[in-house]
């Protein structure tokens, strides 16, 4: 009878070469590091734009946003949401299609898709937040934040 020896379960992956960037390992990180700093990020987002104003989600309107970009702290904390949210999303859909994709050309067309989705969003979302005008010419001033010159 031959008998063989198991790793002990958490014996790391043997790697081709030495001293490589373990990838999966700080993917594995980024998600429980950038999970608890979601917490903060979406509680605060909802208590802000759901509970505070009282309003719930009938007061989110062009002025409710204009009026609170025109604060950077919430430009940096959406910053933050946008950026860790999909970043996170996107990890965490390239390891369900790692998972679950077994055919090779589609598994890399997905992760392809999924890389060039996740890029396009980040630059798009970056760019509203930043290049917003609260106060755009020709607007009723019934849907502009009170704080816009009278047109
Ligand atoms: C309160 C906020 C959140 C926390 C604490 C959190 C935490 C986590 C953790 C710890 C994992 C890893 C699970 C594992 O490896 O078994 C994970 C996976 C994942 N998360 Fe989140 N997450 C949050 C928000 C989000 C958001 C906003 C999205 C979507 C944009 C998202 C999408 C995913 C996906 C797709 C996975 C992969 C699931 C899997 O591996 O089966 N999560 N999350």
Same mark, same amino acid.
């Given at each position: #009878?031959?008998?063989?020896?198991i790793?002990a379960p958490?014996? @790391?992956r043997?790697?081709a070469?030495k001293?490589?960037?373990?990838?999966e390992?700080?993917?594995?990180?980024? #998600?429980r590091?950038s999970?608890?700093?979601?917490i903060?990020?979406i509680?605060?987002?909802?208590?802000?734009?759901?509970? %505070?104003g009282?309003?719930?989600?009938?007061a989110?309107?062009?002025a409710?946003?204009?009026?609170?970009?025109s604060n950077?702290?919430?430009?940096?904390?959406d910053?933050?949401?946008?950026?860790l949210?999909?970043?996170h999303?996107?990890?965490?859909?390239r390891?369900?299609?790692n998972?679950?994709?077994?055919?090779?050309?589609v598994?890399k067309t997905m992760?392809? %898709?999924?890389?060039?989705?996740?890029?396009?969003?980040?630059?798009?979302?970056?760019?509203?937040i930043?290049?917003?005008?609260p106060?755009?010419?020709?607007?009723l @001033?019934?849907d502009?934040p009170s704080?816009?010159? %009278?047109?």
């Amino acid at each position: #009878m031959t008998s063989s020896t198991i790793e002990a379960p958490r014996s @790391p992956r043997p790697v081709a070469r030495k001293r490589r960037v373990n990838w999966e390992k700080w993917g594995w990180l980024y #998600m429980r590091g950038s999970g608890v700093l979601l917490i903060v990020l979406i509680a605060a987002h909802l208590f802000t734009n759901l509970i %505070a104003g009282q309003g719930g989600v009938k007061a989110i309107d062009f002025a409710f946003v204009g009026g609170k970009w025109s604060n950077p702290f919430w430009k940096v904390w959406d910053t933050l949401l946008l950026w860790l949210a999909l970043i996170h999303g996107s990890n965490g859909m390239r390891t369900i299609v790692n998972d679950y994709v077994s055919n090779p050309k589609v598994r890399k067309t997905m992760l392809i %898709a999924l890389l060039a989705s996740s890029v396009v969003l980040l630059l798009l979302g970056t760019l509203v937040i930043y290049t917003f005008d609260p106060c755009p010419a020709g607007s009723l @001033p019934s849907d502009l934040p009170s704080f816009c010159p %009278a047109q």
